[in-house]
């Protein structure tokens, strides 16, 4: 599985962010959440002080640190890394206040975050043959 990459961003220069992976996401959105001082591979921060937690998108498409892209390169970066992105930092919002609300703090982090996707079949045709024998097309 290929890693997703996050940045824990603390100001407003570019290069004020903790690096982090999807491991520890749920940490710093705890940390973020709570306000509470957090400890990562790559820094440590006290919570209060997070502005944001945001994909690192430049990490991911392996680009340099610091590098910016031109517009250009946001379709590319929707097209190779995008999708993976979608809906894991809510789910990880949401497990967190799952764990807060039931006072299990000890499983932050400890489940892989996957969205889950569910293939829902139509009543429809459903190979290409049976498309391109249907006369109504």
């Known amino acids: 599985m290929v890693k997703r990459y996050f940045k824990i961003v603390r100001?407003?220069?570019?290069?004020d962010y903790i690096p982090i992976d999807e491991t520890e996401l749920e940490k710093a959105i705890y940390a973020h959440?709570?306000?509470?001082?957090?400890?990562?591979?790559?820094?440590?921060?006290?919570?209060s002080q997070i502005s944001i937690v945001r994909p690192d998108f430049?990490?991911?498409m392996g680009w340099n640190r610091g590098y910016k892209p031109i517009s250009a390169e946001y379709g590319?970066?929707?097209?190779?890394v995008g999708k993976r992105y979608i809906g894991i930092i809510g789910l990880a919002k949401e497990r967190v206040q799952k764990y807060i609300s039931e006072n299990t703090l000890h499983l932050i982090g400890t489940q892989p975050?996957?969205?889950?996707?569910?293939?829902?079949?139509?009543?429809?045709?459903?190979?290409?043959?049976?498309?391109?024998s249907k006369k109504d097309i």
């Open 58 to 60: 430049v990490r991911a």
């Open 11 to 15: 100001g407003f220069n570019e290069e």
């Open 76 to 80: 590319e970066i929707e097209a190779e």
């Open 113 to 132: 975050l996957q969205i889950e996707t569910t293939k829902i079949h139509t009543q429809g045709p459903t190979s290409l043959a049976e498309l391109l």
């Open 33 to 47: 959440m709570t306000g509470k001082p957090a400890v990562f591979e790559n820094g440590s921060i006290n919570g």
